[in-house]
């Protein structure tokens, strides 16, 4: 529950569209995200289409922490959605952002999180055209959840579809798993074990947009938010009917992480990442895709964790040991509103 | 808070990305929602794009309570979103819908929102095409709360904004004020005055494509939701630099919404509607139109209810008593989860 009382906070009248909501809009919103669409029309933002496939996505933002290590919600709000476009190939051009927000919610943190998210926009190369607040009694929310809509452009050159996936291809990350899942995890639990762990939040559109273009044989792409890589791996499987082949010891995974989630019993495979994607692509332009990464995009520990082989949807991960585990969707050990 | 246990609840598990989540999706989203672009893209929708200028709009919807006389959350979050598009001079086409469900919420009662948003999705001629659900503990949300985003093409024809209009034009109206906010007030707080009153909700987009194709000097819509007929009167009056003049006794209000809100103590030009909207429009076309309203689109109480003076943003309201009252935004009396 918003913890602040007095005038410094959001009332339920900031929610009822009279003179608060206006002053709301005018005082903390509008001179954040001003752009010359924002102001257009009155009930929805318009923008100029020339031919082509848009694609859009949305997401319920309900973090809990809101401010997490070198993140908060409106960062992850921006950088979720961005994402979600980017991952399917498309490039992110216009977000529309929804407020629910707890009475009671502080006022400065308002202005953090709206910060927090023109500041992202500005990294990411979109902008906010169109928004909402609404507010709810205390007890009828936990502070502040937000929803963003992203549309853009489908990229020219992507060729993305669980169909494109054979027997052969390699599967490439962009870096370490588990840090924003534990970033997360450990701020809200005050567990007294700061590692140094911060999420990973962060928008993909620039990587994703040059590997599309540069490589022809980028056949799918897939950032590991919920659920996590396992999750999302056995979901590509079992789509695109092949079987995953990854080797434990090429999967990157901070030694902080690592630590941390031994001593809790977590497998970092499962934890949620907001700045990882992977990408399945050919054997051929695999490395150079890897040293894109690592070289334009500073991303040091990119590589190849796999392959594709034939098969009914099966996930299997060669151990360090030398053993072979079998990885499932997650399932009964939820970690709630981690996004 | 949701009242259920039990196996036919939601779970925590169910918005944590892995199986059940999944299950949830396949067995309440997807067969309710089928439509082709929601199978194309994982991450995202996409679909193609012809020259032209689109507009896009965002409303968070968390009334209380769900379920209301003549409508639900479920239908709102559709209406709402689809008339924002309209009165802004686009023709709705796909809507994007996230759900933020507290922990413990009723599957059927799910069932039963995804059912009426599909059905209202089709009385509108709208696809939903993508989506996403989180859920939050209890406590953390009042039940459910709906997020839609739509997107659409502005209509050619379509030549709105607050500098079109002028002193001399029209203002008309398509129906009766107050009744959604009337009739969500008596259903919350369970007043044991049952007078019939049921909420207006309904997609406009029909009316308002007929209004534009048809009647050139069509120069401004506005639905009427929060904040009620006089918030969004005084609005216009302010961004447009004119004074409204409007005719109380011309000015539809149902008997039993007058009756009740005169017990109450409520002003039903305050009270929001979701099937209602007020068009500026010049002296010359406005009768015609109202024509059309009452004719083709059974609005027996649609009518001119005022006219547009030079001034500098005072929207006045001759009484029926003969005087003159002057209305301004809501303030200090919020109906909060009105919409």
Same mark, same amino acid.
């Given at each position: 529950?918003?913890?602040?009382?007095? !005038?410094?906070?959001?009332?339920?009248?900031?929610?009822?569209?009279?003179?608060?909501?206006?002053?709301?809009?005018?005082?903390?919103?509008?001179?954040?995200?001003?752009? =010359?669409?924002?102001?257009?029309?009155?009930?929805?933002?318009?923008?100029?289409?020339?031919?082509?496939?848009?694609?859009?996505?949305?997401?319920?933002?309900?973090?809990? @922490?809101?401010?997490?290590?070198?993140?908060? &919600? +409106?960062?992850?709000?921006?950088?979720?959605?961005?994402?979600?476009?980017?991952?399917? /190939?498309?490039?992110?051009?216009?977000?529309?952002?929804?407020?629910?927000?707890?009475? /009671?919610?502080?006022?400065?943190?308002?202005?953090? &999180?709206?910060?927090?998210?023109?500041?992202?926009?500005? =990294?990411?190369?979109?902008?906010?055209?169109?928004?909402?607040?609404?507010?709810?009694?205390?007890?009828?929310?936990?502070?502040?959840?937000?929803?963003? %809509?992203?549309?853009?452009?489908?990229?020219? =050159?992507?060729?993305?579809?669980?169909?494109?996936?054979?027997? /052969?291809?390699?599967?490439?990350?962009?870096? *370490?798993?588990?840090?924003?899942?534990?970033?997360?995890?450990?701020? #809200?639990?005050?567990?007294?074990?700061?590692?140094? &762990?911060?999420?990973?939040?962060?928008?993909?559109?620039?990587?994703?947009?040059?590997?599309?273009?540069?490589?022809?044989?980028?056949?799918?792409? #897939?950032?590991?938010?919920?659920?996590?890589?396992?999750?999302?791996?056995?979901?590509?499987?079992?789509?695109?009917?092949?079987?995953?082949?990854?080797? =434990?010891?090429?999967? @990157?995974?901070?030694?902080?992480?690592?630590?941390?989630?031994?001593? $809790?019993?977590?497998? *970092?495979?499962?934890?949620?990442?907001? +700045?990882?994607? $992977?990408?399945?692509?050919?054997?051929?332009?695999?490395?150079?895709?890897?040293?894109?990464?690592? !070289?334009?995009?500073?991303? %040091?520990?990119?590589?190849?964790?796999?392959?594709?082989?034939?098969?009914?949807?099966?996930?299997?991960?060669?151990?360090?040991?030398?053993? %072979? #585990?079998?990885?499932?969707?997650?399932?009964?050990?939820? $970690?709630?509103?981690?996004?």
């Amino acid at each position: 529950m918003a913890s602040s009382t007095g !005038n410094d906070v959001i009332l339920l009248a900031h929610g009822d569209g009279g003179l608060l909501t206006h002053r709301l809009l005018e005082k903390y919103f509008l001179p954040r995200f001003d752009n =010359e669409l924002l102001h257009q029309l009155t009930d929805a933002a318009s923008f100029p289409v020339k031919p082509g496939h848009m694609a859009i996505t949305t997401d319920a933002f309900v973090v809990d @922490p809101i401010f997490f290590p070198a993140g908060d &919600i +409106g960062k992850l709000a921006v950088c979720g959605t961005v994402n979600d476009l980017a991952v399917s /190939g498309a490039k992110p051009l216009y977000l529309a952002a929804s407020f629910i927000i707890e009475e /009671g919610f502080p006022l400065a943190s308002l202005e953090r &999180i709206v910060a927090s998210i023109a500041k992202t926009c500005s =990294e990411a190369g979109v902008a906010i055209v169109a928004g909402d607040t609404k507010v709810v009694g205390r007890g009828q929310a936990d502070k502040i959840y937000i929803t963003t %809509t992203g549309i853009g452009y489908l990229l020219p =050159e992507a060729r993305l579809g669980y169909r494109r996936i054979e027997p /052969g291809d390699c599967i490439i990350i962009n870096g *370490p798993l588990g840090n924003h899942g534990l970033s997360v995890l450990l701020e #809200r639990e005050s567990f007294d074990m700061d590692a140094g &762990i911060v999420s990973d939040c962060a928008p993909l559109n620039g990587m994703t947009e040059r590997l599309i273009r540069q490589f022809p044989s980028v056949k799918f792409m #897939r950032d590991l938010t919920r659920g996590g890589f396992a999750t999302n791996a056995k979901e590509i499987a079992l789509q695109a009917a092949v079987d995953l082949r990854l080797d =434990e010891k090429s999967i @990157p995974i901070d030694d902080n992480v690592k630590g941390i989630t031994d001593i $809790l019993g977590l497998d *970092p495979l499962y934890l949620a990442n907001e +700045g990882k994607f $992977l990408a399945i692509i050919s054997k051929k332009e695999a490395g150079k895709a890897v040293d894109l990464l690592q !070289n334009e995009f500073s991303c %040091t520990k990119s590589c190849i964790i796999g392959t594709i082989d034939a098969g009914k949807g099966d996930v299997f991960l060669k151990t360090e040991l030398g053993g %072979t #585990r079998r990885l499932n969707m997650l399932t009964g050990a939820p $970690l709630p509103r981690i996004c």
